[in-house]
């Protein structure tokens, strides 16, 4: 979706001169061609609907509980990963304008502004989040506790942002993606996703992708359907979204969450079962939808990745690995490409 214009949010004017954050007018579009993916994934069969649906505010904070649940292994073993292997990420790149897609609360981010920091290097950040409460509320806190860092916000789309990034603001920048959310891909849109990365950067530029790897059943499962249940939550709060975005009626009482792992394809696959015959309408978006007792939405995929076969792809796509690291138990990965 091709954005032209932006809004822009003004920040207190004690960091005016540091902060900024841009959205997308939604002013430019109707409501049905906003929610042209809801459409085609809700009349298709079997029913699918977009993981971006998963993150309005509220599911923006139920994502970042569950990064802290005791079964969620991504986060803290990502973090691991940082703690120890930032500052050598900071030197392989120099001085770097970093942009992060998906940056949520920003809590891995800060790693990486420690080891730049640690190195004398000037500090630009710019993140790129659905969510404008979480990413204006991150900033914030990152403005207060990093008191050189400049932030330039873009409240929008992965596709969206890239399309209207603007030129770094340093000699070089280094465009990252972390949390595994490349795994939320099918593979065609992963190939697509990286073309895109590397139009976006220019020769020199650096991209860092974490990526969760490939593990026993016993492990993932368990990931996906915590006994605490904020995971069903986060799942159902989808529907939430729908409705108040879309002015519809999805009874959340009739839908149940459950996460399996799909051995051939080396995925979790997170559904919406419907347990009874539930007629949905969609006002704004003029849908209307018959949902059959034991029929289920699709709502996330998460691939599992070979970390030797994910390098042939990223360099397939003139992003070049030029290094890796792992946790001691190799549950998970980040690659350094350059383009």
């Given at each position: ?12 004017d004690?960091?005016q001169s540091?902060l900024?954050?841009q ?15 809801v459409?085609?994934g809700?009349t298709?069969?079997?029913?699918v ?7 309005d505010?509220?599911?923006s904070?139920?994502?970042e ?17 940082l ?7 900071a ?8 942009v ?15 080891a ?5 290097y000037?500090?630009?950040y ?22 050189s860092?400049?932030?330039q916000?873009?409240?929008g789309t ?9 030129l ?6 280094m ?29 020199g530029?650096y ?8 593990k026993p ?5 368990p ?13 159902l709060?989808m529907?939430s ?11 959340l ?9 799909n ?8 559904y919406l079962?419907c ?10 978006l003029?849908?209307?939808?018959s949902?059959?007792?034991?029929e ?5 995929i998460?691939r ?17 690995p ?11 990965g ?6």
């Amino acid at each position: 979706m091709q954005i032209t214009s932006t809004a822009t949010w003004k920040a207190p004017d004690s960091l005016q001169s540091r902060l900024q954050i841009q959205h997308f007018s939604p002013s430019e579009h109707s409501p049905i061609a906003v929610g042209q993916d809801v459409i085609k994934g809700l009349t298709q069969s079997p029913k699918v609907l977009p993981p971006q649906y998963f993150y309005d505010d509220r599911g923006s904070q139920l994502f970042e509980q569950i990064c802290a649940l005791p079964e969620y292994y991504p986060t803290r073993t990502e973090a691991w990963i940082l703690h120890h292997y930032a500052p050598a990420i900071a030197q392989c790149t120099g001085v770097c304008e970093l942009v992060e897609l998906g940056s949520g609360s920003s809590t891995k981010t800060r790693l990486l502004l420690d080891a730049y920091q640690q190195q004398g290097y000037p500090l630009h950040y710019q993140p790129i989040d659905v969510s404008a409460g979480i990413l204006t509320e991150s900033a914030e806190q990152l403005l207060t506790d990093y008191p050189s860092l400049k932030v330039q916000g873009w409240v929008g789309t992965y596709e969206q942002a890239l399309a209207k990034l603007p030129l770094a603001t340093l000699s070089q920048r280094m465009l990252f993606f972390l949390g595994s959310s490349l795994g939320n891909f099918t593979p065609a849109a992963c190939d697509q996703f990286m073309t895109q990365i590397a139009t976006v950067l220019a020769p020199g530029d650096y991209f860092l992708l974490g990526i969760d790897l490939q593990k026993p059943k016993d492990i993932l499962e368990p990931a996906y359907n915590d006994r605490q249940q904020v995971t069903a939550a986060f799942n159902l709060n989808m529907l939430s979204h729908l409705n108040w975005r879309f002015q519809g009626n999805f009874d959340l009482g009739l839908f149940a969450h459950q996460a399996i792992y799909n051995p051939v394809e080396t995925q979790i696959e997170m559904y919406l079962h419907c347990h009874k015959d539930h007629q949905v309408s969609l006002k704004e978006l003029d849908l209307s939808i018959s949902f059959q007792a034991g029929e289920s939405i699709l709502t996330e995929i998460s691939r599992k990745f070979d970390l030797a076969a994910l390098q042939i792809q990223l360099e397939s796509h003139g992003l070049k690995p030029i290094q890796t690291w792992t946790d001691p138990q190799q549950w998970f990965g980040l690659i350094l490409c350059q383009a």
